[in-house]
């Protein structure tokens, strides 16, 4: 009797915890929450371990003064990831436990996880992001390592993995253009540098003014929407249902560029039709 009370008491904190894990999700990451919820029930709890992961790197350089800060916090996470990898005990941080755990547990890969931070270090340099190459490299170890960190944790076939990183990087581009006006009030500038130049735009002077940006995020945009089509189209001929946790987020990355192609106004907070969308999509488990 004692044995079973002590197993049920165990079960329902467990149960409390991903309860929490899952409102924090909820908060910093509502797109890919909404994800997630698509995801077999066993995969869940590491899904939403990942997604909080990847939201406070996320947050690593606007929760900074400075880019220095901003690379103390990223090397914070390095740090927890590699006392899991060595058998020390967990920080106290309702993130960096479930991270610890999951590690510890075989179900998150601690070099994947590592990676997700190296890539966030283009987001701390002082002088942006100089050309459309290192852009690109940005957007597919940024959104689109997530993507294939999330794939990969519902099983993904080795094969799969170069689509699902097109269809993450994608993500991350919408999200890099209709964040355009926020990151410029925080003296931030993502849009690669070489690009600016040719229309004859500077960071600065895109941050001062982020309407001088429209018709780089014009272009973009619909250059964005012309290649995710194209991948969703793949996507829908070749990935398993299985997988739609991973690429779901692509739903909405699509409607962004929609939107931000006509010059559009994209709401800071997604709206009952986006997140319909997205619901939909996973309903009918075709992306």
């Known amino acids: 009797m004692a044995e079973r009370q002590r197993l049920s008491h165990d079960a329902i904190a467990r149960e409390r915890d991903l309860a929490s894990l899952a409102e924090h999700v909820r908060e910093r990451d509502p797109d890919r929450f909404l994800a997630a919820l698509f995801a077999p029930a066993r995969h869940r709890e590491a899904l939403f371990t990942l997604i909080a992961y990847n939201a406070e790197l996320a947050r690593a350089r606007e929760a900074a003064s400075n880019p220095i800060a901003a690379m103390i916090r990223l090397q914070w996470w390095r740090d927890v990831i590699e006392e899991a990898r060595i058998g020390r005990p967990s920080r106290r941080h309702e993130v960096a436990e479930p991270v610890h755990a999951a590690i510890v547990a075989g179900a998150l890969d601690a070099e ?52 699902i990183e097109r269809l993450g990087a994608g993500y991350g581009l919408a999200g890099v253009l209709r964040s355009v006006p926020h990151q410029a009030h925080a003296g931030r500038c993502l849009l690669p540098g070489g690009s600016l130049a040719e229309l004859g735009l500077t960071r600065e002077g895109v941050i001062a003014a982020p309407d001088t940006a429209a018709p780089l995020i014009r272009a973009m945009a619909e250059e964005g929407f012309a290649r995710l089509a194209e991948a969703r189209a793949q996507a829908r001929r070749t990935l398993p249902r299985a997988m739609l946790a991973a690429v779901l987020p692509a739903v909405l990355a699509g409607r962004d560029f929609a939107r931000l ?16 969308s997205l619901m939909l999509a996973g309903l009918r488990g075709r992306l």
């Open 112 to 163: 994947t996880l590592l990676a997700l931070a190296d890539a966030r270090e283009a987001e701390t340099e002082d002088d942006g992001i100089p050309t459309a190459a290192a852009f690109a490299t940005y957007l597919r170890s940024t959104a689109g390592g997530m993507a294939v960190a999330s794939a990969r944790l519902l099983g993904a076939q080795p094969a799969w993995l170069p689509l």
């Open 261 to 276: 192609a006509k010059g559009a106004p994209t709401p800071p907070v997604r709206g009952f039709a986006d997140r319909a």
